[in-house]
């Protein structure tokens, strides 16, 4: 691979204008192989997709592909934070608990402070690896065991649920536009879009890829690194904080294994993306991408042979293992080098 | 990294406070939750409760040595709970289906399984270039995987002969040294001798240091991390063994849990005596302390949200106290 990368450098082009067609295979891999795995899957199983399901699969993907984004925002800044899905669950925890002691008209208020709680975490995940200087991702997995913490505390260590909550509660998980495109698709697509033009076109998201790029290099040209730190941790938990009210107001329930398991697919999924159009770097349209391939093997992978605990753990585990290993290989410079030092 | 130097440097007091007290202050903690557990509950001073905690500690203790010579390369580990998983689980599956009728072969099988796993672990770090954090995190999904693939998803009770199997988990040698003990005290005899007195653990803490100065000076760093892997997840092996024993039988998710613990206890280590440096007595302490507070809040019959959250603060202070105190002795 990585001689591919050079030959396409040397002849002047990057990802962004591939000119022959073995080149555009290569930009664009990543989304080939996830229409070839929904074919394969379609061939072996013609009921795995079926249209009920595509909703629901959607729905489910929109709401994993918020948080990726989310945790996108973060590691573009060179932190891997593995709290993101944590927050996503506290999030959703002090919502829940706020609107099961709230009559519903309260539902707006308490959603402005459940993603005030999120933001909250991220400064706080921003305080302890930019102020403090521990690395993050040792940091921001101690910050786990907090979070979950606050969320078992939240939820009586239980799957929480009330009666108290009603259907506004439920509007933005389960509702519809016309009873065909769910509103958290919808959503999906609009931070998708904010996301996009934040980072490729403003000044601040160049900026935020400089820093991930190359700290050093960065603060000594002058950009703000800090800042830029800051405001990615608060972005990156914002959209958890939306991906988590999405994912409990779906489910109608919230517990501390949601944010558990909302924390495997958007790892996957950004780091998937790292490997689609810019090799190495992270975009969002990888992350799409990325979180259509994710789910596209997990569903395909669960309807043909099934769903049990270890299918999910080894899927996951050697898709996970194989996004890495590819950017590994595809970078020039690999991986960042994350070492425990400081 | 130099955006908070103003902490410590310009505040002597600061300094002298984090010094002396965050070098101390494992022992501190440690003997402050005996004393307030015991006042708390009378129960937990009792000697087969304490010999309990020294057990449990055990466990965590032998998979922090392993670990701290993987941490001493400047690398984190975060693979073992599913190493001690895979080892338990092979030797009893072995022994439940008859394919092996030999209790020390199974051992000595379930070990070289966790073996495998490290070098499994070092073939992704070193040969496909993945940070050692994200490989491990990986590798240990897909071990998880496997251990619920050959035990099909249910714990085995009472695979062998009972006094055999825990032997080395419930047997207390001469009556009073309980058998985890005797055997972290060997092999945690053997890495802190490697680690302190010998070439290799020097080389394993330069790699840590500066691992490219190591390389201009002609270090195989690659051998020495493949080697510092290896004999982590085959302490963590060995402790999974013992898990086993203690438990009498073996189930994919019994180690969950320690594939934090095994980091935090380690951490936490490093801020015992040296400044901020990994090193085995204060895993050893870290680890009592750790089983001690679990055990204690057990007792107490305190909430799980206490308990999530006393880990965090355990884990964030120690991380927190490693960073300060790395970064005053990079001032020096």
Redesign the interface.
């Known amino acids: 691979m990585r001689k591919v990368e050079n030959a396409l450098s040397k002849q002047g082009h990057d990802c962004k204008k591939p000119e022959t067609v073995g080149q555009w295979i290569l930009c664009h891999f990543l989304l080939l192989v996830g229409l070839g795995l929904a074919l394969l899957f379609y061939v072996l199983n013609p009921n795995v997709f079926s249209s009920f399901g595509i909703t629901s699969i959607l729905s489910t993907a929109s709401i994993q592909g918020i948080i990726a984004l989310g945790l996108m925002m973060e590691l573009t800044t060179g932190n891997?934070d593995l709290s993101i899905g944590a927050t996503a669950g506290f999030s959703a925890a002090v919502l829940g608990a706020i609107m099961a002691n709230a009559s519903p008209n309260w539902y707006i208020p308490a959603v402005f402070i459940a993603l005030a709680a999120a933001v909250l975490v991220g400064l706080l995940n921003a305080f302890?690896t930019?102020?403090?200087?521990?690395p993050a991702?040792?940091?921001t997995?101690?910050?786990?065991?907090?979070?979950?913490?606050?969320?078992?505390?939240l939820t009586n260590?239980t799957i929480f649920y009330s009666n108290n909550w009603g259907e506004t509660y439920k509007l933005l998980g389960q509702g519809k536009i016309r009873n065909v495109i769910p509103y958290c698709c919808l959503i999906f697509l609009v931070i998708c879009v904010a996301c996009y033009i934040f980072l490729e076109h403003t000044k601040t998201g160049r900026y935020i890829y400089a820093t991930g790029a190359n700290r050093s290099a960065a603060k000594n040209v002058g950009i703000p690194v800090?800042r830029m730190q800051v405001l990615s941790f608060a972005i990156g938990a914002l959209l958890a904080g939306i991906g988590g009210i999405l994912h409990s107001s779906r489910n109608f329930q919230t517990s501390v294994q949601m944010g558990i398991d909302l924390q495997?697919p958007a790892q996957i999924c950004c780091l998937l993306g790292a490997t689609y159009k810019t090799p190495g770097k992270y975009n969002v349209p990888g992350c799409v991408v990325g979180i259509l391939l994710t789910t596209i093997i997990t569903n395909g992978v669960y309807g043909t042979i099934g769903s049990?605990?270890?299918?999910?753990?080894?899927?996951?585990?050697?898709v996970?293992?194989t996004a890495?290993?590819i950017i590994?290989?595809i970078r020039q410079e690999?991986?960042?080098?994350?070492?425990?030092?400081? | 990294m130099n955006e908070a130097h103003s902490t410590a440097q310009n505040r002597p007091l600061a300094r002298t406070s984090v010094n002396v007290f965050g070098r101390w202050w494992l022992l501190i903690l440690t003997a402050s939750m005996t004393l307030f557990f015991g006042l708390m509950q009378p129960n937990f001073l009792r000697a087969n409760n304490l010999l309990g905690i020294l057990s449990n500690a055990c466990l965590a203790a032998i998979a922090g040595c392993g670990l701290t010579c993987v941490m001493a390369t400047g690398e984190v580990d975060f693979s073992a709970g599913s190493a001690m998983t895979i080892a338990a689980c092979t030797m009893s599956v072995l022994l439940d289906s008859r394919i092996l009728n030999n209790y020390v072969g199974a051992m000595f099988v379930g070990i070289l399984a966790a073996t495998l796993m490290g070098a499994f672990n070092a073939f992704l770090h070193l040969t496909v270039g993945i940070p050692a954090f994200l490989a491990t995190l990986s590798s240990s999904l897909v071990v998880k995987g496997i251990a619920y693939w050959i035990t099909d998803g249910t714990t085995l009770y009472r695979v062998w002969d009972s006094d055999v199997y825990t032997y080395l988990g419930q047997h207390y040698l001469f009556g009073i040294f309980p058998m985890p003990f005797v055997v972290l005290v060997c092999v945690g005899a053997i890495i802190l001798f490697l680690l302190e007195f010998t070439k290799l653990g020097k080389i394993l803490f330069a790699i840590g240091s500066n691992q490219t100065a190591c390389d201009y000076m002609g270090i195989q760093t690659k051998k020495y991390k493949l080697i510092a892997f290896i004999m982590s997840a085959t302490m963590c092996g060995i402790s999974g063994i013992i898990q086993a024993s203690m438990s009498n039988g073996a189930g994919p998710n019994m180690a969950e849990s320690y594939q934090l613990l095994a980091v935090m206890v380690t951490v936490m280590g490093g801020t015992f005596l040296k400044k901020g440096i990994f090193n085995v007595p204060g895993t050893l302490l870290a680890a009592v302390l750790v089983t001690l507070v679990t055990n204690g809040m057990i007792m107490m019959e305190a909430s799980t949200w206490l308990k999530y959250t006393v880990e965090g603060l355990m884990m964030i202070s120690s991380v927190i106290i490693v960073t300060l105190l790395r970064r005053q002795s990079e001032r020096v």
């Open positions: 891997f302890i930019v102020r403090i200087g521990v991702f040792v940091g997995m101690a910050i786990r065991s907090l979070l979950s913490g606050a969320i078992s505390f260590n800090v495997l049990s605990i270890y299918i999910k753990s080894l899927v996951e585990g050697l996970f293992m890495i290993g590994a290989t690999g991986l960042p080098k994350v070492k425990f030092d400081i």
